[in-house]
């Protein structure tokens, strides 16, 4: 399973991102989210939805982004608005699946980069 994140980049408070994310060579794929580490502190989980659409965000977030997702394209996107400095960090997308012996794989995608400019 490969994830291939894409958006995220540079954009003044106040402003908007869109981030989305597709896995490949995936299916029965969980729960699906977006992670991220702001400079200099530790990963920290942004929003994720499970294949039912049933979707949970960090409180800081709550109001402010979206997470949607795409099963037929395994996909899920992230709509940022109202951004913040805060919400300054790399992004990753995460999934997990139940594998074959009842244990949970977490898959990665690489980060990318979103910077909040006062």
């Known amino acids: 399973v490969q994830l291939q994140a894409s958006g995220g980049g540079l954009v003044q408070e106040g402003g908007s991102l869109s981030l989305s994310c597709v896995a490949s060579g995936a299916f029965s794929l969980n729960s699906m989210g977006w992670y991220r580490r702001p400079p200099g502190q530790s990963r920290e989980k942004v929003a994720s939805i499970t294949n039912r659409g049933a979707a949970d965000y960090r409180s800081s977030v709550r109001g402010r982004f979206t997470i949607s997702r795409d099963n037929t394209k395994n996909a899920i996107y992230l709509q940022m608005t109202n951004l913040k400095v805060e919400d300054t960090a790399v992004y990753y997308c995460?999934?997990?699946?139940?594998?074959?012996?009842?244990?949970?794989?977490?898959?990665w995608g690489q980060g990318t980069q979103v910077t909040v400019s006062s």
């Open positions: 995460h999934a997990d699946r139940e594998n074959e012996h009842g244990f949970w794989d977490d898959y």
